[in-house]
């Protein structure tokens, strides 16, 4: 079996994406996070970009020191940068450089002729050959570039010392077949990728959504190397996203046949970090982490999920395993999914009339979700309930007030439907308020394990996850005009769901 190396760029191109500039105690804890994750090579940043960036790069050198893993830094393609930058590296680190091979890009930024860019280009592998152990020179806009050209600039570098060469497809432009051409024909063309001299890397950008599908062709078609980040991060619409390439090499591997280090029981922790430490939402939708992923809403769904979770639930998913799988009720929604959802909150059974009464209930609502918290008093109103049961409690009224340092939160409550009470919370931020509220009302200690808040004014999609009492994972969601109130009803869903396990 073909091992293929990953390198991960989630510290420099991810780094380098607008608006995601990591701080500076991030990088070297992400690094090792990637490390665990299997990656063998993580590229820590540009180190001549700033003080800051030198300095961070020569403290993730440090930081990985005890890994199998080796670092790797990009800079210009001048002698003096190579020089300076050479000095963050260890003995196995790998000093990255990269030049245009495109008539548009090696015209606006370098405006010299094709030979002029050998001849550089050699002398650029020639000079840092004699400072690391390892160098790797890209190929910039290489998908752009003229395939003769591109294959005869390979030779040069490869015969100057290169130890690698990254084809790059700097703006998203190629299709997985073209990728897949391209790499097979450097491969007949170039003796040193076809005899296993120089590692053939492949870089690809996201801009029409194929990076991962033309990293997956590059491999088929024997590529030595891929360059992904987590999350695909990256410049524009970013790259290729490691962990959906990892889930379709796990799950696919007699179609690709390769090996690589990645641990697939690490990449939920490293996603799971890499979006809290970021702030990134990967939103509804996004393959693998989006919180979507599990979320089991139109009736012939449920129905084939009652069946066997296989029916619905992709092996791609099982793969990261970052969002926790629910039952959302909906106009979509059949007579299965009422029925699993009652079973899951250990309610009795309904019969076959009561499961259509609460179904037509839940389409004539109008709501685009139907909540635990509005499921749970539906089936009181139909003596669903065991008598041991807790009512569920419910918001019938909120309000917030805010300064700099300080919030409280005040809310009118009923428990099914009746008994209003007023309660309240306070704290530092607007969390901590809503949950000292959820505490003092249920008693129950709640984290806030993830939060996203998607949508515009009027209207806001919440989700959540919450640990309740160091041990349960709630995945719960919203939608209304006032998010903090989003965050409460979440809370409150989650009381009421936990309620029922700890019941029963």
């Known amino acids: 079996m073909r091992r293929v190396r990953v390198l991960d760029t989630t510290l420099r191109d991810g780094d380098q994406a607008a608006g995601f500039a990591f701080d500076r105690n991030t990088k070297p804890l992400l690094a090792i996070a990637l490390a665990k994750a299997g990656v063998d090579i993580v590229e820590a940043g540009f180190p001549l970009s700033s003080q800051d960036d030198f300095d961070v790069c020569c403290e993730v050198v440090a930081a990985l020191r005890d890994f199998p893993v080796q670092v790797a830094v990009v800079c210009r393609g001048n002698v003096n940068d190579i020089r300076k930058t050479a000095a963050t590296l260890n003995d196995t680190g790998i000093l990255h450089v990269t030049l245009p091979v495109s008539n548009a890009h090696v015209s606006a930024f370098l405006n010299i002729s094709r030979t002029q860019l050998i001849e550089r280009a050699i002398q650029i592998v020639s000079f840092a050959s004699g400072l690391v152990s390892s160098v790797e020179i890209g190929a910039e806009d290489a998908t752009r570039s003229d395939p003769d050209f591109l294959c005869e600039y390979c030779c040069a570098v490869i015969e100057a010392g290169a130890s690698t060469v990254n084809i790059a497809d700097t703006i998203g432009l190629f299709t997985p077949s073209q990728i897949f051409s391209l790499v097979t024909l450097l491969r007949q063309r170039v003796s040193g990728f076809s005899c296993g001299q120089t590692c053939l890397s492949i870089h690809c950008h996201n801009d029409a959504g194929l990076a991962v599908a033309n990293t997956l062709a590059a491999i088929e078609a024997g590529c030595d190397q891929i360059e992904v980040t987590v999350g695909g991060i990256g410049e524009r619409s970013g790259n290729a996203a490691l962990e959906e390439v990892a889930a379709n090499l796990f799950v696919h591997s007699e179609i690709y046949n390769v090996s690589t280090g990645l641990r697939s029981e690490h990449l939920s922790k490293l996603a799971d970090y890499f979006y809290r430490v970021t702030g990134i939402s990967p939103g509804p939708m996004k393959p693998l ?36 799988e629910r039952i959302v009720l909906s106009r979509h929604s059949g007579k299965a999914g009422i029925r699993l959802m009652a079973e899951r909150l250990g309610l009795n059974i309904p019969n076959h009339a009561i499961t259509e009464q609460l179904l037509n209930h839940i389409k004539k609502s109008g709501l685009r979700t139907f909540g635990v918290t509005e499921f749970l008093k539906l089936a009181a109103e139909h003596d669903l309930l065991p008598p041991d049961f807790p009512q569920p409690i419910s ?8 300064t700099e340092e300080h919030c409280r939160i005040t809310a009118m409550i009923t428990v099914s439907g009746t008994d209003k009470q007023t309660v309240s919370g306070e704290g530092f931020t607007v969390e901590s308020a809503v949950l000292n509220v959820t505490k003092n009302i249920s008693g129950l200690s709640i984290q806030l394990t993830k939060t996203e808040l998607i949508g515009k004014e009027g209207l806001f999609h919440f989700y959540a996850e919450m640990l309740v009492a160091g041990q349960t994972v709630i995945a719960v969601e919203r ?11 979440c809370c409150l869903d989650t009381v009421n769901q936990v309620t029922r396990k700890h019941t029963t």
């Open 289 to 324: 982490t989006g919180w979507n992923v599990c979320a089991h809403a139109s009736g012939i769904h449920q129905k084939g999920f009652v069946q066997s979770s296989d029916n619905y639930l992709p092996e791609t998913a099982r793969i990261c395993n970052t969002v926790p």
């Open 395 to 402: 918001c019938v009224g909120f309000s917030e007030y805010r």
């Open 479 to 489: 939608l209304g005009s006032h998010p903090t109130r989003l965050l409460f009803e």
